[in-house]
């Protein structure tokens, strides 16, 4: 098979595709994904294909019972999609936006991630959940949130943020046939990135961090669209005489913990970069590792670049000094290196 430069967005689309003609028990549920109650299939009227058209196609494609749109009401679709693993589906639910969370929490929190767990793991619980995160698409604090971390904490549930195009396709695949519950973050600002992705259908494991770039000065372990501005922030250091390596951790419960102590092993610097709240989200959790388990390796206190502790504001001059944005990165990045 071979490579095409797709979207991000058409990448997760024709996982999506794959994964539904290679197993009849794979349907998706969600608001407005086959575009509206009543449309007319035949006509192509699925093309909304949920807000970022993520979808478009795949109602006409498999029909309406496999494509299924839902009320708003996602407490209710999320039950039927765990009552719907349980007994030997593999559904694909969508929550809008992460920000949504709450009204489908509990389904979450107590009934996927505790199944397999309470039932002596005689019960698979084989469910894929999709939503969207991220700042500065101008959506204002209810649609804008990066919400890893309440779902990474959970244990019972798998957590995965792609970075890439390629990595969107992969690791959706392995979701899919995960007989564990899974989190699959899609950030809406990258949904339009570009890479070369492979045609066949070719899972990537889980708990696999990619190095994204190598370098022997500073370690950067950067979260989705974090990574983007990690490599700017490298390139500009590059310039500056600064060696730095960007790991991309691709998902979190599993996390790839041995890739990110050996890198630290290697520069004795770690900045950690996350667009969500500085308390308790995975920058957090992936310096007290570090902090833990690489302490003898460090040369320097371990730094964080993220969002502050406020909503997302919908000011756009406002937003954008809430992003880690590169200069942030370089400017903690010359601090480590005592470079100013």
Sequence with gaps: MSERLLTIKDAINEALAQAMEADPTVFMMGEDIAGGAGRDESGGMDAWGG?????????????????????????GFFGAAVGAAVTGMRPIVELMYVDFAGVAYDQMLNQAAKMRYMFGGTQKVPMVMRTVVGAGFRAAAEHSQTLYSLFTHVPGLKTVAPSTAADAKGLLLTAIQDDDPVVFFEHKRMYMQTSHVDEAPTPIPFGQARLRREGTDLTIVAIQRGVQFAL??????????????????RTYSPLDKASILASVEKTGRLLVVDE??????LATDIAAIVADEGFDALRGPIRRVTAPHTPVPFSPPLEDAYLPLPPRIVAEAHRLLDRG
């Design 51 to 75: 807000p970022f058209g993520v979808t478009q196609g795949l109602a006409t494609r498999f029909g309406r019972d496999r494509v299924r749109d839902t009320t708003i009401a996602e407490a």
């Design 232 to 249: 700017e922030a490298a390139e500009v250091l590059a310039q500056q005489g600064a060696s730095v390596e960007v790991i991309d951790p």
């Design 276 to 281: 969500s709240y500085p308390r308790c989200n």
